[in-house]
């Protein structure tokens, strides 16, 4: 006789699924959507705004590209599927699930402290990275540099070439540091942050309301009182900036 198999469903807070749900990476095949999500605002899904947005923006080339901070996304195979010879760094070690692209190099290194020739990059993407810069405590940073964010700028901008793009995504709010997670970019600070730089195009998002991400205007993204203290992503709430760059100083 076979044996009968019973289900006991166990409910979960919203805020313990999406943690697990982050953690095992989710399931983009299934043939349902996944509720929307509920509750507080929180940063759950952020990067799929983000790494959506620089695919979107990713100009075509046959040029060479330069991904910092790459993390675990797919931003430097995806440039290289555009037709880049693409230079990816991160501080910790790469995390990919592919074989090896021949024209994608991936690097375990500090920015801060690396020689990149003069010129030489088309494209940088720069993609929810810059604002750890210098913050000591976390990814191995142990060295603080209250303006490392602003160094690593310079160092990129003048590693790119004459009319070059970067692509920049970064939190945006009121202006503040929480250390050692983030930096927010606002008013004060982000003109700071793309000095020398041109902005060709700029979009907002936030979460107001509810906890699902919307356009919003610059304005209004800038003048968002972020919380960043936890550890816990599904602690923190900021908006998100994502702008074109384009390299107009020396």
Known sequence: MPVAHITIPIPLPQ??????????????????PPAAPEGAPNL???????????????PPGRGRAFDFGSGESNLALEAALRGYRV??????????RYVRHP?????????????????????????????????????SV???????????????????????????????????????LTR??????LPRLTEGFGILRQDFWWKKGSNLWAPCSRAEALGFQASAGSWNYLENIYALGCLVLKKTGR
Not at 15 to 32: A, D, H, Q
Not at 87 to 96: E, F, I
Not at 155 to 177: C, N, Q, W, Y
Not at 184 to 189: P, S
């Open 44 to 58: 759950e899904g952020d990067r799929d705004i983000e790494w959506t947005w620089v695919g979107a923006n990713l």
């Open 142 to 180: 142990a060295e603080e540099r209250p303006d490392g964010d602003l160094e690593a700028m310079r160092i990129l901008h003048r590693a790119m070439k004459s009319g070059a793009t970067m692509l920049l995504t970064i939190p945006v709010g009121m202006d503040e540091v929480f250390k050692p």
């Open 15 to 32: 805020g313990v699924y999406s943690f697990l749900k982050k953690i095992r990476g989710g399931n983009r095949k299934t043939s349902t």
């Open 103 to 139: 024209r994608v190099e991936y690097l375990q290194a500090d920015l801060l402290t690396m020689r990149l020739p003069k010129g030489g990059f088309d494209l940088v993407i720069n993609c929810s990275t810059v604002e750890h810069v210098g913050l000591a405590g976390r990814y």
């Open 184 to 189: 927010v970019y606002g008013k004060k600070r």
């Open 87 to 96: 230079t990816s760094v991160d501080l910790t070690p790469p995390v990919r």
